[in-house]
């Protein structure tokens, strides 16, 4: 469990990491149990659905267009963020909404054009289980967010708290007068690394429990909003697509549940958690596109060799209608993926956020699919080839270069961000740290990596290699070797179409760029430094840090 102080005293609010395998699993494993309580039941107030759980948590669902319109628990109303409500999207518009009951569970059903939503409650539980079934792009987007009155919570999340004055990109990055900027899409987290997101004073918590995300894109390293605060209130998103820096194409179905979670002040329950919720209770309750337990399966791993051990490994399935993953074991690579809807997968095996082997897998209703041992065959994996010199490591990410992990949640012209520019020397000992992870065209075109060579390599050609993580407005790389011998302007490889470096994420399609160096390239004198350019080519992109860039993965010279 990992806690952001506020600096007052009792009131925190936390955002928990979990194994991946939790993180992706479906529905499986036990559930606390849940007993009758006084007071439950539903009631119709003309404009509303009133559900009362039974324990401290009453709210409200409009019955005209399906939006939470009140959410009171121990007689404090939380719904209410500038006026707005609760709902998916910025709301939808005139639906279809029914509500019944059977037997300790409450179900709410909203009809909107193709979309279907869902909202249900337990007997006695401070709890609303909410599903989205999205079969078509009529509706934009998908996400749903919990809008929260202001004040209730002090914020403890600076990075996402757009209270800043000033707009400095998109109507949606500020910044400050000291400088540090804020934005409400600096999460900090991928999709793997929470279960969930949310407030607490200490003595009550509010929270969202996110879903598995089987039918969300993107993959376990994808980053989107998570919550937000302002001077209105505050937002806790549930994202199911997001289009920013998007990888894959929008997957349709019934995603969840996800789950709006009211606590006295704690973490919401364990059980609550992606992986480890189990929802045999709504099998019957008709929910459009409801797959239960039995109906998935299972993918399993005996172990996977060839592994660099310094490094986490994830293994994930996708196909077009589903995605899960799992983390390998460390100590042999055993993996275990349960909770998949039945099909054909691509099963790929991720050194940090790099795929190092792909194959394929069936996943069959009620049974398991076990696998033997994965062996990654060591060409697979760049970080294995002989180089004379490497900046970073082959991860997939840009790990360990120059404000790498600020990139995650400020904008890079943040006060706090050490300045893009700056050469770097080989045998340094500072050569990642150095290297700028991302590279613009109007910003640090045209940095130089100092290197030597030994007589022997400077008589041979080489084959530089430059691995990218993603890139904004076609950006990728053009070097130049002691201003003498230059590269043809590469190709751009796939990537996503939207904001990237500036709001929080790296996360594109890996890619590396290959340029073969002649030997007439080198100076022949050993005690001299080689000098190696590298631009960034594009015609695309506008000025500044929305320029045509890139995020560097690695750079290495191969012997």
């Given at each position: 469990?990992?806690?952001?102080?506020?600096?007052?005293?009792?009131?925190?609010?936390?955002?928990?990491?979990?194994?991946?395998?939790?993180?992706?699993?479906?529905?499986?494993?036990?559930?606390?149990?849940?007993?009758?309580?006084?007071?439950?039941?539903?009631?119709?107030?003309?404009?509303?659905?009133?559900?009362?759980?039974?324990?401290?948590?009453?709210?409200?669902?409009?019955?005209?267009?399906?939006?939470?319109?009140?959410?009171?628990?121990?007689?404090?109303?939380?719904?209410?963020?500038?006026?707005?409500?609760?709902?998916?999207?910025?709301?939808?518009?005139?639906?279809?909404?029914?509500?019944?009951?059977?037997?300790?569970?409450?179900?709410?059903?909203?009809?909107?054009?193709?979309?279907?939503?869902?909202?249900?409650?337990?007997?006695?539980?401070?709890?609303?289980?909410?599903?989205?079934?999205?079969?078509?792009?009529?509706?934009?987007?998908?996400?749903?967010?919990?809008?929260?009155?202001?004040?209730?919570?002090?914020?403890?999340?600076?990075?996402?708290?757009?209270?800043?004055?000033?707009?400095?990109?998109?109507?949606?990055?500020?910044?400050?007068?000291?400088?540090?900027?804020?934005?409400?899409?600096?999460?900090?987290?991928?999709?793997?690394?929470?279960?969930?997101?949310?407030?607490?004073?200490?003595?009550?918590?509010?929270?969202?429990?996110?879903?598995?995300?089987?039918?969300?894109?993107?993959?376990?390293?994808?980053?989107?909003?998570?919550?937000?605060?302002?001077?209105?209130?505050?937002?806790?998103?549930?994202?199911?697509?997001?289009?920013?820096?998007?990888t894959e194409s929008e997957r349709f179905g019934l995603q969840g549940p996800y789950v709006i979670a009211l606590t006295d002040g704690g973490t919401p329950s364990s059980s609550l958690y992606p992986g480890t919720l189990t929802t045999s209770w709504a099998d019957s309750l008709g929910i459009s596109g409801y797959v239960s337990a039995s109906g998935r399966g299972r993918v399993a791993g005996v172990g996977i060799t060839g592994r660099d051990t310094t490094y986490a490994y994830t293994v994930g399935l996708a196909n077009s209608a589903a995605q899960y993953w799992g983390s390998a074991r460390?100590?042999?690579?055993?993996?275990?993926?349960?909770?998949?809807?039945?099909?054909?997968?691509?099963?790929?095996?991720?050194?940090?956020?790099?795929?190092?082997?792909?194959?394929?897998?069936?996943?069959?209703?009620?049974?398991?699919?076990?696998?033997?041992?994965?062996?990654?065959?060591?060409?697979?994996?760049?970080?294995?080839?002989?180089?004379?010199?490497?900046?970073?490591?082959?991860?997939?990410?840009p790990s360990g270069f120059k404000n790498a992990d600020l990139m995650t949640y400020a904008h890079p012209s943040d006060v706090r961000a050490a300045a893009w520019t700056g050469n770097v020397v080989i045998g340094s000992g500072t050569e990642t740290s150095a290297f700028p992870c991302y590279l613009w065209k109007d910003v640090n075109s045209g940095i130089v990596v100092y290197f030597k060579l030994t007589a022997a390599q400077a008589a041979a050609a080489h084959t530089l290699r430059i691995g990218v993580t993603t890139a904004y407005a076609n950006g990728r790389p053009q070097v130049v070797?002691?201003?003498?011998?230059?590269?043809?302007?590469?190709?751009?490889?796939?990537?996503?179409?939207?904001?990237?470096?500036?709001?929080?994420?790296?996360?594109?399609?890996?890619?590396?760029?290959?340029?073969?160096?002649?030997?007439?390239?080198?100076?022949?004198?050993?005690?001299?430094?080689?000098?190696?350019?590298?631009?960034?080519?594009?015609?695309?992109?506008?000025?500044?840090?929305?320029?045509?860039?890139?995020?560097?993965?690695?750079?290495?010279?191969?012997?």
């Open positions: 469990m990992s806690g952001s102080p506020n600096g007052s005293l009792g009131r925190r609010t936390f955002v928990l990491g979990t194994a991946a395998a939790a993180g992706s699993a479906a529905l499986a494993g036990p559930l606390a149990g849940t007993a009758s309580a006084a007071g439950f039941g539903w009631s119709d107030d003309g404009s509303n659905y009133v559900v009362d759980t039974g324990a401290s948590l009453v709210f409200k669902v409009s019955k005209t267009n399906g939006d939470l319109t009140s959410l009171v628990y121990k007689g404090t109303e939380y719904q209410g963020y500038g006026g707005k409500n609760s709902h998916v999207e910025s709301g939808l518009g005139t639906s279809t909404v029914t509500v019944s009951q059977s037997g300790t569970t409450i179900l709410i059903s909203v009809t909107y054009g193709t979309l279907k939503h869902y909202y249900a409650a337990r007997s006695g539980e401070n709890n609303v289980y909410v599903w989205t079934n999205k079969a078509d792009s009529s509706v934009t987007a998908t996400r749903y967010i919990v809008r929260v009155k202001a004040g209730l919570f002090l914020n403890d999340e600076p990075d996402s708290y757009t209270y800043a004055p000033t707009v400095i990109e998109s109507a949606d990055v500020f910044k400050k007068s000291d400088g540090q900027t804020r934005a409400k899409h600096y999460s900090k987290l991928r999709v793997m690394d929470y279960s969930y997101i949310g407030w607490t004073t200490g003595s009550v918590g509010l929270w969202i429990v996110r879903s598995n995300h089987e039918k969300a894109s993107g993959g376990p390293f994808y980053r989107s909003l998570l919550r937000h605060q302002s001077t209105d209130g505050g937002g806790l998103y549930e994202i199911q697509y997001y289009g920013e820096n998007q460390s100590s042999d690579g055993w993996f275990s993926i349960a909770g998949a809807l039945p099909g054909s997968y691509t099963l790929t095996v991720f050194k940090g956020e790099l795929a190092v082997y792909t194959t394929s897998v069936t996943v069959t209703a009620g049974g398991t699919t076990t696998l033997n041992t994965i062996a990654i065959p060591s060409s697979n994996d760049p970080s294995n080839a002989s180089a004379i010199w490497r900046i970073g490591d082959w991860t997939g990410s070797v002691n201003d003498t011998w230059t590269s043809a302007v590469p190709s751009p490889p796939t990537q996503p179409s939207t904001r990237s470096l500036t709001v929080g994420s790296y996360r594109g399609n890996n890619y590396t760029f290959t340029y073969s160096v002649p030997a007439s390239a080198w100076l022949t004198d050993t005690s001299a430094y080689n000098t190696l350019r590298i631009y960034v080519a594009s015609g695309s992109g506008t000025t500044s840090y929305l320029s045509a860039g890139t995020s560097v993965d690695a750079i290495d010279l191969l012997a």
